[in-house]
């Protein structure tokens, strides 16, 4: 087995519904092995904000653009797409999601959504957690059996409802 770590790459089942500069960005990201831990170090960003970035889903600065030309070795034209017009978000896959892990996630929210919003409620009041003003991470927890768990932070500003 090769100890080079596995990538995720481009889904092809998704591409149609990505922006055309997510083909350049797979495509480099693979030719290179990087992981998008990798790009995020490289880019001083969240693994998870670099993803978006790669999906879609989130707006890069030039900054951005300039470190990602550069860690990719595309030119930077190329790019471009990533900081003109606004993300395309929530369009990526079908509803409800098919793709297992992501059926997942969606399932924690069918199952445990109103207890969610229950506990929130009671702690912060009447409103919601932004997911605007908002970060996440994801890490890898290896107990004492041996057991590998998943960690996945969602850390929202909480906006309480108004009144009018």
Do not use: C
């Not at 995020?40 to 951005?64: H, I, P």
């Not at 606004?86 to 369009?91: E, Q």
């Not at 399932?107 to 959504?113: D, H, R």
């Not at 506990?119 to 590998?148: L, R």
């Amino acid at each position: 087995m090769s100890s080079q770590p596995r990538i995720a790459a481009l889904d092809e089942t998704l591409a149609g519904s990505l922006p055309n500069v997510s083909r350049t960005l797979f495509a480099a990201k693979t030719l290179h092995g990087y992981t998008f831990e990798d790009i995020a170090q490289k880019l001083g960003r969240s693994e998870v904000a670099v993803a978006a970035l790669f999906y879609g889903q989130a707006t890069a600065s030039d900054e951005d653009i300039d470190k990602l030309a550069e860690v990719l070795q595309i030119p930077r034209q190329g790019l471009n797409e990533l900081s003109v017009g606004f993300p395309n978000r929530g369009r990526v896959g079908p509803m409800p999601p098919v793709e297992p892990l992501i059926y997942r996630l969606y399932e924690i929210v069918q199952n445990y959504g109103y207890a969610f919003k229950a506990v929130m409620n009671e702690k912060f009041g009447d409103g919601i957690m932004s997911a605007i003003a908002f970060s996440s991470k994801v890490e890898k927890e290896v107990d004492n059996d041996g057991v590998t768990w998943v960690n996945i932070t969602l850390r929202g500003k909480w906006l309480p409802f108004t009144r009018f």
